[in-house]
């Protein structure tokens, strides 16, 4: 799987606040926060601060934020992109992480991983134009 750009990335007008916020801060809420914390550690190595004995902030990969419709109730995701999901998701599972199936999508191809906890997020390889490249 390669990740093929499907258009050009514009850039409009930024506002005096679009300079002020500086990036953005992910809430995870978990039922078993120190496995999950000990997974973005140790399996996806993220870098952290420890805020107070055992509380981790991570750093996380550059990030942008689409905004999809919905007929349901408003609702936030998480997804991490990669360049490669097939590899990514290879060495994933054999790390023992639970993957799941890859789907091909508009967008991208994606599939969900599972924390210890038992929580979910997206993991997708995107087939559009990265903001992120801005």
Same mark, same amino acid.
């Given at each position: 799987m390669r990740c093929?750009?499907?258009?050009? *990335?514009?850039?409009?007008?930024?506002?005096?606040?679009g300079w002020v916020i500086n990036g953005v801060h992910l809430l995870l809420y978990s039922q078993d926060p120190a496995a999950d914390r000990a997974f973005l550690r140790d399996v996806l190595g993220w870098p952290h601060v420890e805020d107070s004995p055992g509380w981790l902030i991570f750093k996380t990969p550059v990030?942008?934020?689409g905004v999809h419709p919905t007929d349901g109730p408003p609702t936030t995701e998480l997804h991490l992109l990669c360049d490669d999901l097939?590899?990514?998701?290879?060495?994933?599972? *054999?790390?023992g992480v639970p993957v799941g199936d890859v789907s091909e999508r508009s967008y991208g191809y994606v599939t969900t991983v599972t924390l210890p906890s038992? *929580?979910?997020?997206?993991?997708?390889?995107?087939?559009?134009a990265l903001a992120v490249n801005l």
């Open positions: 093929v750009s499907s258009g050009r *990335a514009t850039v409009g007008p930024r506002s005096r606040l990030s942008e934020l097939e590899a990514t998701v290879a060495e994933l599972t *054999a790390k038992g *929580a979910q997020f997206g993991l997708y390889q995107p087939l559009h």
